[in-house]
């Protein structure tokens, strides 16, 4: 079993940024992929960021290339995600997601999710 949490959420204004954390226990950390998926109200859950138990591999919605960033301590077992330029269409609750197979991260198909951090861009 793994459990997620989420920090660092909060309500900025457009063009600025924020660092999400997403801390992890209960297993061996360097053994799961990683992965970032938000909702905004009234639409379905999507795909932001993963990135493999290495750090090696990273992958990003077309939507936020270029201005998201994600990384992974391993020593700290955290996975972070650092948002730049931030657009009001960035407004959603953002989930971090485990599994032990890389592949099963992107399409939301994670073994493991937290309870998600509310992000809040006003125009």
């Known amino acids: 079993q793994v459990q997620l949490e989420e920090s660092g959420g909060g309500l900025v204004q457009a063009g600025g940024s924020l660092r999400l954390s997403c801390a992890a226990s209960?297993?061996?950390?360097?053994?799961?992929?990683m992965g970032w998926f938000r909702q905004a109200p009234g639409k379905d859950r999507e795909f932001v960021a993963a990135?493999?138990?290495?750090?090696?591999?990273?992958f990003y919605a077309d939507s936020v290339k270029g201005r998201f960033t994600i990384s992974r301590e391993n020593a700290q077992n955290t996975v972070y995600l650092q948002m730049n330029s931030l657009e009001p269409a960035d407004t959603a609750v953002y989930y971090c997601?485990?599994?032990?197979?890389?592949?099963?991260?992107?399409?939301?198909?994670?073994?493991?999710w937290g309870q998600g951090t509310q992000v809040t861009v006003s125009s």
């Open positions: 997601t485990a599994d032990s197979i890389f592949p099963q991260i992107r399409p939301g198909k994670g073994d493991y």
């Open positions: 209960g297993r061996t950390f360097s053994n799961y992929a």
């Open positions: 990135i493999s138990g290495s750090g090696g591999y990273r």
